[in-house]
């Protein structure tokens, strides 16, 4: 077995870097992002229902890629509550929110 090179490491160790994965929920979440973590996990749970890359999504929501993306793995700071949900609506008309 042959080990990569050093400077391969150091190459692919940049890359990695460069990349963000999906944030997780925190044990000590509160109700709201507990919620909008359960938001984002509808979007997942239709794109991969319906086999849709990233780019037909962002099509059906009528956002940009990039913010897709950005929704899928968590990173939602920028997005309201109410935005998350409008969207949500769109490939979930009859989507209710309960709370209790």
Partial sequence: MNWPSKKEIERISKLAKKKQGTLLLSP????????????????????????????????????????????????????STDRLVKLCCKIDPSLSLKVS
């Fill in 28 to 79: 000590t979440a509160t109700p709201l992002e507990k919620l909008r973590w359960d938001i984002c996990q509808l979007f997942l749970k239709y794109k991969m229902d319906n086999d849709l890359n990233q780019k037909e999504l962002a099509i059906e929501l009528e956002i940009d890629e990039a913010k897709v993306s950005k929704i899928l793995h968590h990173r939602i700071k920028g997005f």
